[in-house]
């Protein structure tokens, strides 16, 4: 019995075929692009499993990384496998892996032992970036070999001299996947340093790399951040031996652009609605930013966390705002906000959903505020508009049942940031935004829910956003500065991360806000942020075109 049976296992991986054909893909739940199933191959055939997926942004490297990942668990090839993300992309990528792969996953955190994970149904293990690096999870992490480990956004582990690098280099696998558009940042050195990860001695030492391909002198050995290699390489005149480079970075790298490719994404058609406050809303909005100006002077941190949010909930409702105005302690101000009934900007809503359903459309209607979502929900009844309405505290069949709702029934999902996260809704174009985030990311998360592969019309977003507020002088920035709604998906990550990585934009439009002296110097302040975005913009335009020359497009086999 024992020798039939493993004659029987030889039969079976005998007669698996070669990686000319994915066996993986009846088991998807959807259809990968002609392009991602190339990818999947080239890696497996000619890159055995290690490779840099560094297409531009918005073509589905997690899709490619997926189906690699998918065609090697097939062949058990890969019973132990990582994923090392950001942490706003763990949620993702899970919700990847159990919707298009049917693959189970389990995220890792700090304290968890990972000796008996899930040895039954061998989960995906997830962990953040900034988790990862850290003990004990990163001791775990390293203190075992892995079959397959995917590192997204690998452009942050490229210095082998921060936390994050030291930790990719520590990892142990038979095959390695970095994810990043952006290879090269401003250094070739960047490049040298991917390429050695999955690679190792492709390119040669540090040494002879610089003195093959930089503008170094022959036989300069200095220090790598020494050396000309180390300058901007965003004019690719400035390395040597570039045919050579782009034959030798074919050999592990793939890469498509836009314009090679047959995704195409129909457009995003943006309007911002300027809406003047009636005069009681005018009259607590500037009391309200009086006050937290004033107070916001010498306040302590955790005092300027509160201002932050009160600035925050009055750019969306009276009615978001009063029980903040309560709980920081400011009972005059709360019950002027509670006198006040319906808003303009919630009669302009419903005047905006009466056009568009005449025109049998859909809509999502996005907040960021629970108050300000019940306050339009009661609006939108009162003015015979069905909607249904979804929110984070609903439990996740709720969810399902409201989403299939709006898709089937009724016209409007009115809903809060939760939607904006895992929700895909390619069955709707028409986007309102009743309040604008801060935090630029989050708009591009709300307009990504419609504004996907597998859209099939123009997408339609409205910004109603009130006349002498904080989110009229943002918008106007990203639309001014950095064409933000023109923007491919990923492509404002791309830009923020050039800024400043320690601070978030919202963080510095509060302290722009607070410690300007009148309106007048805020609105310079905002324009020195918005300066800086573009540049930014520039800097990662040049960025991307230096890394079509050294890397070059995939090479089809």
């Keep these: 019995p024992e020798w039939s049976e493993l004659l029987d296992e030889a039969i079976g991986v005998w ?26 191959g080239t890696v497996l055939r000619r890159m055995h499993g290690r490779a840099i997926l560094a297409d531009e942004v918005g073509l589905g490297k997690t899709i490619e990384a997926g189906l690699i990942l998918s065609e090697l668990r097939m062949r058990a090839l890969a019973s132990t496998a990582l994923v090392v993300a950001p942490a706003g992309l763990v949620d993702q990528w899970r919700e990847e892996l159990d919707r298009k792969f049917a693959l189970p996953s389990v995220v890792a955190r700090a304290g968890m032992s990972l000796a008996d994970v899930g040895a039954a149904d061998r989960p995906v293990v997830l962990a953040s970036l900034a988790t990862a690096r850290r003990d004990p999870l990163r001791t775990a992490l390293t203190g075992r070999d892995w079959d397959l480990v995917i590192i997204d956004e690998a452009h942050r582990v490229r210095s082998p001299r921060t936390a994050s690098g030291r930790l990719a280099r520590a990892l142990r696998a038979r095959y390695l996947l970095l994810l990043s558009a952006t290879p090269v940042e401003n250094r070739l050195e960047d490049l040298f340093e991917l390429v050695s990860l999955v690679s190792p001695g492709l390119l040669g030492t540090a040494a002879e790399f610089r003195r093959r391909h930089g503008n170094a002198a022959p036989g300069a ?36 652009r836009r314009s090679e490719v047959e995704v195409l994404l129909p457009q995003r058609l943006a309007e911002t609605v300027l809406i003047t406050p009636d005069a009681p809303e ?46 920081a302690g400011w009972p005059d101000l709360a019950a002027q906000a509670g006198e006040i009934g319906v808003t303009r900007k ?44 979804y929110h984070g505290s609903l439990a996740r069949a709720d969810k399902e049942r409201v989403i299939g709702r709006f898709r089937d029934e009724v016209p409007v999902l009115l809903t809060t940031e939760s939607a904006g996260e895992g ?32 859209q099939t019309h123009d997408v339609v977003l409205t910004n109603l956003v009130g006349r002498g507020t904080i989110e009229e002088r943002i918008l106007r920035v990203l639309e001014t500065k ?17 800024i400043d990585d320690e601070t978030d934009f919202a963080d510095q439009v509060f302290d722009a806000y607070v410690t300007a002296a009148d309106d007048s110097e805020f609105d310079a302040r905002m324009e020195e942020l918005g300066d800086a975005l573009a540049r930014a913009r520039v800097d990662y335009l040049a960025s991307r075109a230096a890394i079509d020359d050294l890397a070059g497009g995939e090479e089809q086999e």
């Excluded at 007669?15 to 999947?40: C, H, M, N, W």
Aim: with cysteine; hydrophobic share 45%; aromatic share 4%.
């Design 221 to 256: 050995t200095g220090p790598a951040h020494d050396a000309p290699t180390a300058a901007r390489v965003h004019n690719v005149a400035q390395v040597h031996n570039v045919a050579e480079l782009r034959a030798r970075t074919r050999q592990v790298m793939v890469r498509h």
């Design 15 to 40: 007669s698996k075929p070669g990686f000319d054909s994915l066996i993986s893909v009846p088991r998807l739940r959807f259809e990968p692009f002609g392009y991602q199933l190339r990818t999947a």
């Design 482 to 498: 950095i064409n933000l709604f023109e923007l491919v998906v990923g492509e404002l990550d791309m830009i923020l991360g050039r």
């Design 423 to 454: 929700r895909n809704m390619q069955f709707c174009h028409v986007m309102v935004n009743l309040d604008l985030p801060w935090n630029p990311m989050r708009i591009e998360q709300r307009l990504g829910r419609l504004h996907r592969v597998g």
């Design 282 to 327: 005018a009259a607590l909005y500037a009391a309200v930013a009086a006050r937290i100006r004033r107070e916001a002077r010498g306040a302590a941190p955790s005092r300027l966390l509160t201002l932050r949010g009160l600035a925050h909930h009055a750019g969306s409702s009276p009615a978001a705002l009063a029980p903040t105005l309560a709980k």
């Design 346 to 389: 919630t009669r302009t809503l419903i005047d905006l959903l009466r056009r568009r359903l005449a025109s049998d459309e859909k809509v999502v209607v996005f907040t960021a505020f629970r108050p300000t979502l019940e306050t339009a929900r009661a609006a939108l009844v009162e003015a015979g508009i069905a909607a249904a309405v």
